[in-house]
């Protein structure tokens, strides 16, 4: 599948179609500077933004959406829930909150943000499954168009299909050069489910790669060019982000280039010094 642009995409398994691009707004500061930097990603023509709760920037990107002059429906926004509002009850309530935050009565995707949070360690699969059937309720309501999961592993998957009534349609995790998970990404795209790639820049680390660069500089591109590219012909939906407009505009585009196929392995056996966070360790 060769992406021709920013508005092309995925189709879900719902048939919702997603951009296969988003603008990511993960450590973006409250404020002037997430408000501006979402403005200035619709201006160069990102259509898929992706926040969440926990970021603490809701209001601020909501204010960019209203302020960009584009018409809500033809963006395409995400959310996701925070960590301490697992549960029916909770979730219902961050969910609201969420809409009342954006300035939106509905969102594109919803996620739940981690699975096993510190405050639901011992009862994460429970608390999960309650979540889940309040997002379904939203889901069928029409107040969120798609539904899905961050962060989870194989097992978090298999325990929550076994009261989900809606599977999930995306899995936003970790991915970037030599960053792969391959066992976790085949076994979502066995069930269906779309894999986002957040920090496909490797959080910066992919940056200095000397490998990287050499690989950038044979294709006349930067390198993190080279990975947004990478990330789409491996099937990936990268998140990249950033608050710089040249930068911004940089990261879309993408589409006039291919990578070989020898330069995709290559790239994705690096070592970049990339981990993945252990989901039910880490203190979330």
């Known amino acids: 599948m060769f992406l021709k642009n920013l508005t092309d995409g995925y189709e879900l398994s719902n048939g919702v179609k997603i951009p296969c691009i988003g603008f990511g707004t993960w450590q973006t500061p409250d404020g002037d500077v997430a408000r501006e930097s979402v403005k200035m990603a619709i201006a160069a023509g990102y259509r898929h933004i992706d926040t969440a709760a926990a970021y603490g920037n809701e209001t601020s990107v909501g204010q960019g959406i209203l302020e960009s002059g584009i018409d809500r429906e033809s963006l395409f926004v995400t959310s996701k829930l925070p960590n301490h509002s697992h549960g029916y009850d909770k979730t219902r309530a961050a969910f609201l909150k969420t809409l009342e935050d954006l300035k939106t009565d509905y969102v594109d995707l ?83 489910i779309i894999l986002e790639a957040y920090s496909p820049l490797g959080t910066g680390r992919v940056l200095s790669n000397p490998d990287m660069r050499a690989i950038a500089e044979k294709y006349g591109r930067s390198v993190a060019q080279i990975c947004v590219r ?36 290559r790239i994705a056996s690096l070592d970049c010094g990339g981990f993945v966070r252990d989901p039910d360790t880490v203190n979330l």
């Open 230 to 265: 990478w990330s789409l012909q491996m099937g990936f939906l990268p998140l990249p982000k950033s608050t710089h407009e040249s930068r911004i505009i940089e990261n879309a585009n993408v589409f006039d280039f291919e990578l070989s196929v020898d330069d995709v392995q």
């Open 110 to 192: 919803y996620l739940i943000h981690w699975p096993n949070p510190v405050a639901f360690r011992d009862c994460w699969e429970q608390a999960n499954a309650e979540s889940w059937k309040a997002i379904e309720e939203f889901y069928q309501a029409g107040q969120i168009r798609a539904i899905g999961v961050s962060n989870f592993m194989e097992r978090h998957l298999e325990a929550l299909d076994k009261t989900a009534r809606v599977q999930p349609m995306v899995n936003q995790i970790t991915l970037s050069p030599g960053l792969t998970q391959d066992a976790l990404v085949r076994f979502c795209r066995e069930r269906g």
